[in-house]
């Protein structure tokens, strides 16, 4: 045999064994003694089930996206109560922090509609009124005027109101009570327009206020509210309206 194919053989039996080399795949990576101690007792545990066992190796991890199906997305919470179409029974007392000669006190009976879950309207009668005199009267009382006659403050007693109210209830949610205890909540607006009835005359009130209630159940509901009030009061005999602040604390009904 000339040199010539000796050389040829010995090429063509090393081409064969590179290229067979590299037809072998590599040994598969060495798991962790963890990953491997977790995939077994998930196996035994879907054997013993009759389940197929998951995949370890498709495990989705803290790089991962997440679908442009869930990025957007938000979760909000139902409303605690269901009040549209409902008949409504507002009661509650008022205090008002007016620097007049006199603190009054009155109770509200109001009857009214859910227009709907946010919305609700009430005819508003406050048939009593508690009024008690300030220490403002005593002291000018006290004072003697120029000629000998003696000084008086007088303004009107009030002693009914009617109008009516407009609730607004944007706002809904929770609060916690404790570690343990959740009171669902909503948040309005509150207008009101009345008349009111003086045991000399009779006069306007507006209002407007924030508050909130509190749902003490599916008929029941604790409502606080601060109003800011523009009202016609009578003070010596003369009629004008001035800004007073009111609190309001009573019990809703939904019925």
């Known amino acids: 045999m000339s040199k010539f194919a000796l050389i040829s053989a010995v090429l063509a039996l090393n081409l064969a064994h590179n290229a ?13 003694s963890s990953d491997a101690s977790e995939a077994s007792a998930a196996s035994a545990s879907d054997s013993s089930s009759g389940k197929t066992p998951l995949d370890a190796s498709v495990r989705i991890g803290s790089d991962d996206e997440v679908s442009n199906v869930f990025r957007d997305m938000g979760v909000v919470q139902r409303k605690a109560m269901r009040k549209r179409g409902r008949f409504l ?6 205090l008002d922090f007016s620097d007049g000669p006199y603190t009054s006190y009155s109770i509200s009976i109001n009857p009214g509609y859910a227009i709907s879950d946010f919305l609700e309207i009430y005819a508003q009668f406050s048939p009593l009124y508690i009024v008690n005199k300030r220490s403002i009267v005593d002291l000018v009382s006290s004072l003697t005027l120029q000629g000998g006659q003696q000084a008086t403050i007088t303004a009107a007693r009030p002693k009914y109101q009617y109008g009516i109210e407009v609730l607004w209830a944007p706002l809904y949610g929770k609060d916690s009570l404790g570690m343990n205890t959740i009171i669902r909540s909503d948040t309005f607006l509150k207008f009101g327009a009345s008349q009111i009835q003086y045991d000399t005359t009779r006069g306007m009130g507006f209002k407007l206020g924030l508050g909130k209630t509190f749902f003490l159940g599916k008929y029941m509901g604790l ?3 601060i109003d800011y009030g523009y009202i016609q009061s009578v003070v010596n005999n003369e009629k004008s309206f001035k800004g007073v602040l009111l609190s309001e604390l009573g019990v809703n009904f939904y019925l």
């Open 89 to 94: 029974l507002s009661t509650y007392g008022t």
């Open 20 to 32: 067979k080399a590299e037809d072998v795949p590599p040994p598969p990576a060495a798991s962790s």
């Open 223 to 225: 409502r606080f509210c």
